[in-house]
């Protein structure tokens, strides 16, 4: 597996042949439009909010044509392959598909390892796939939230917080209480989160 590491980063590689090297790896990977990207592991936190969103997304989607999915799948964006936290998608995925193209709701769980990949690369991917509508990432260390959403040709944010903040998702006419995806975390929903965001969200 090493060996196979070292080859893969010698040289740029295609799409199509990392998707056949990491069929073969033990350990997922991302892929950055160049080469392949370890996955690292999360903490208790990333994963209880995590847990907490594709309930609260599968709860209201229920019934529904579009679903949520998690970590589990590969969402393919400008040349480059992400396991995102969450996603929505409201085309029909086969069973034994492994890669979905046209998600319109991508979720991140901001963590220190990941900010500048979350908030800079993975944003332009996201942006720069048309079937993307809304890019939300979730903040770890208190409940709040960044929001890209699509509005035409352009991209306009805006930061979710406070205990009463809503995160609206009308491309699937579904709100969500920000609260409950920090529930049992413990975490701060209080307004100065709004400067703590803003802080760290690109203009």
């Known amino acids: 597996m090493v060996q196979a590491m070292n080859v893969a980063l010698r040289k740029p590689m295609s799409v199509e042949r990392f998707l056949a090297w990491e069929e073969r790896q033990e350990l997922r990977h991302e892929f950055d439009g160049l080469q392949p990207v ?12 995590q847990r907490n969103l594709l309930v609260a997304l599968g709860t209201r989607l229920r019934g529904q044509l579009c679903q949520a999915h998690g970590s589990e799948l590969k969402v393919a964006v400008a040349g480059s392959i992400r396991y ?3 996603f929505v998608i409201c085309a029909p995925i086969a069973p034994k598909d492994t890669v979905v193209r046209d998600p319109t709701v991508v979720f991140e769980i901001l963590s220190e390892s990941t900010a500048n990949t979350d908030l800079i690369e993975k944003n332009a991917e996201y942006r720069a796939t048309s079937a993307i509508q809304r890019y939300v990432i979730l903040e770890q260390t208190h409940a709040a939230a960044i929001v890209f959403a699509r509005k035409n040709e352009d991209w306009v944010a805006e930061i979710v917080a406070g205990a009463d903040a809503v995160l609206r998702m009308p491309e699937n006419g579904i709100e969500i209480p920000l609260a409950e995806l920090y529930e049992g975390i413990g975490l701060s929903t209080t307004a100065g989160d709004d400067q703590a965001l803003a802080e760290t969200a690109p203009a």
């Open 38 to 49: 370890a996955m690292t592991g999360g903490t208790a936190g990333h994963s209880a909010i």
């Open 84 to 86: 995102p936290d969450a």
